[in-house]
């Protein structure tokens, strides 16, 4: 069993255009998170979800908009997509945030053209 | 604002040792070391946590010098699978977030 899933693996988009990825983890944690990993390989949280409070990284623009519909779920939409936006997103989540190691996703290949 | 690892790569052949090291401008609350390998997700390795608590493989070591506030990852008697990038994350208590260093990429020769 796949403990957290994303979909999709690959997305291929226009500029402007708006796009969601999702994810699954079925291992019970409280915590999830999306980061974006770039070209240089740099891994930078974006977001992380527990228990209903979200934490946002001050440097993420509001194009960017995570959406939890229950604690197994944290969706990323992205609106208006820019060129700077093409990354792997992975999600990834853990038991407590800060002290329980993180399981991540396969990651979402984003290339916006 | 993001820890410092070094080296940034290093080659090795089978059966040697490396050490990576991770620094912080900031108090830590804990250390994470991942591995990830090309085209894959980042894998967990170790947590090391303020007050000497640690997590993690049993083949693999760290240490964590809160005063320093530093953090070193010791790798022994290296395999062809050790071979990746390897990131430390830290946190430093107040967002409960990770912060990665840029990474070293380590590449085991047989």
């Known amino acids: 069993d796949t403990a957290v899933s994303q979909t999709p693996k690959y997305l291929v988009t226009q500029m402007g255009n708006d796009k969601s990825i999702k994810c699954e983890q079925n291992?019970?944690?409280?915590?999830m998170y999306w980061y974006k990993q770039d070209s240089k390989k740099f891994l930078k949280i974006m977001f992380s979800?527990?228990?209903?409070?979200?934490?946002i990284n001050e440097t993420v623009p509001n194009r960017f908009s995570p959406k939890s519909p229950d604690k197994a779920h944290l969706n990323l939409h992205i609106n208006s997509l820019e060129l700077g936006d093409s990354a792997v997103y992975f999600c990834?989540?853990?038991?407590?945030?800060?002290?329980?190691?993180?399981?991540f996703g396969p990651g979402t290949r984003l290339t916006v053209t | 604002q993001q820890p410092v690892q070094s080296p940034q790569a290093v080659i090795l052949r089978e059966g040697e040792d490396a050490v990576i090291n991770c620094s912080s401008s900031?108090?830590?609350?804990?250390v994470h070391w991942y591995r990830q390998k090309h085209g894959e997700a980042p894998v967990f390795l170790m947590i090391?946590?303020?007050?000497?608590e640690q997590k993690g493989h049993e083949k693999i070591s760290a240490s964590f010098n809160e005063k320093k506030q530093q953090s070193s990852l010791y790798l022994t008697a290296s395999q062809l699978s050790y071979s990746g990038t390897y990131f430390c994350?830290?946190?430093?208590?107040?967002?409960?977030?990770?912060?990665f260093g840029s990474g070293t990429q380590l590449t085991v020769l047989p």
């Open positions: 090391l946590l303020k007050g000497g």
């Open positions: 900031k108090a830590l609350y804990s």
């Open positions: 979800y527990n228990n209903k409070e979200l934490i």
């Open positions: 990834a989540s853990s038991q407590e945030a800060g002290v329980s190691e993180q399981y």
């Open positions: 291992l019970g944690h409280d915590t």
């Open positions: 994350g830290i946190d430093s208590g107040s967002a409960r977030q990770l912060t």
